[in-house]
């Protein structure tokens, strides 16, 4: 009887232990979960974890992969609720030239929305006021304007900061042309101009000719 009773005091803990180990091992496979399709092993994701924020701060699950297919602000057509304004009739390519012998002082594009008095441009050098400055370019002056009647065109071809070059429009002819003078603030040059709209259709006929 005490042997028995022996053999049943050492078989016991091993039984334990064995029932234990057992049950460590049922745990453990429980909290691994196989993610559906990308192949990796995740732990077991908590119910109760607030999810993801995404680069824009937003909160979304991150498994979420679906997009808006709406709009997605870089605009297709035309905003319906974009207003335009039309520019005024001085808008275009005009040259200005010596009144007397049409010798061409400079070349202007010029640009003016309705209503408003500023206008916008570049321009090009002629032969006139000198053949140094022909071919020279840049923006227009600050103080350039289209008031509905009078035309006034600043610029500075020189290298002299301080210098100004003014058209002033002093009569209009019809909607491509008019007569003006021409000054210079600094430099010792006045004459009158004629300030014609450029025709595209006519020059190209012209080259062909």
């Given at each position: 009887?005490?042997?028995?009773?022996?053999?049943?005091?050492?078989?016991?803990?091993?039984?334990?232990?064995?029932?234990?180990?057992?049950?460590?091992?049922?745990?453990?496979?429980?909290?691994?979960?196989?993610?559906?399709?990308?192949?990796?092993?995740?732990?077991?994701?908590?119910?109760?974890?607030?999810?993801?924020?995404?680069?824009?701060?937003?909160?979304?699950?991150?498994?979420?992969?679906?997009?808006?297919?709406?709009?997605?602000?870089?605009?297709?057509?035309?905003?319906?609720?974009?207003?335009?304004?039309?520019?005024?009739?001085?808008?275009?390519?005009?040259?200005?030239?010596?009144?007397?012998?049409?010798?061409?002082?400079g070349y202007f594009d010029l640009m003016n929305?309705?209503?408003?008095?500023?206008?916008?441009?570049?321009?090009?050098?002629?032969?006139?006021?000198?053949?140094?400055?022909?071919?020279?370019?840049?923006?227009?002056?600050?103080?350039?304007?289209?008031?509905?009647?009078?035309?006034?065109?600043?610029?500075?071809?020189?290298?002299?900061?301080?210098?100004?070059?003014?058209?002033?429009?002093?009569?209009?002819?019809?909607?491509?042309?008019?007569?003006?003078?021409?000054?210079?603030?600094?430099?010792?040059?006045?004459?009158?101009v004629t300030i014609t709209r450029m025709n595209?259709?006519?020059?190209?006929?012209?080259d062909e000719q």
């Amino acid at each position: 009887m005490t042997i028995k009773n022996d053999k049943i005091s050492i078989l016991l803990p091993l039984l334990l232990t064995a029932l234990l180990t057992v049950s460590l091992s049922a745990c453990t496979e429980q909290n691994v979960v196989i993610s559906g399709g990308d192949g990796d092993s995740t732990g077991l994701e908590d119910p109760n974890q607030a999810p993801e924020e995404n680069q824009n701060g937003d909160n979304q699950d991150p498994h979420n992969h679906y997009e808006d297919p709406g709009d997605d602000g870089h605009g297709h057509g035309p905003d319906p609720d974009a207003v335009s304004t039309p520019t005024s009739e001085i808008t275009g390519s005009w040259r200005v030239a010596r009144a007397d012998d049409d010798a061409p002082l400079g070349y202007f594009d010029l640009m003016n929305l309705v209503g408003e008095e500023l206008v916008d441009g570049h321009f090009v050098m002629g032969l006139v006021p000198s053949e140094m400055l022909d071919g020279a370019r840049g923006d227009l002056l600050e103080g350039t304007s289209w008031d509905g009647e009078e035309l006034q065109i600043r610029w500075n071809p020189t290298s002299q900061s301080s210098e100004r070059y003014t058209i002033t429009s002093t009569n209009r002819v019809d909607d491509d042309r008019f007569d003006g003078h021409f000054e210079a603030e600094l430099a010792p040059f006045s004459f009158d101009v004629t300030i014609t709209r450029m025709n595209f259709d006519d020059l190209h006929e012209a080259d062909e000719q």
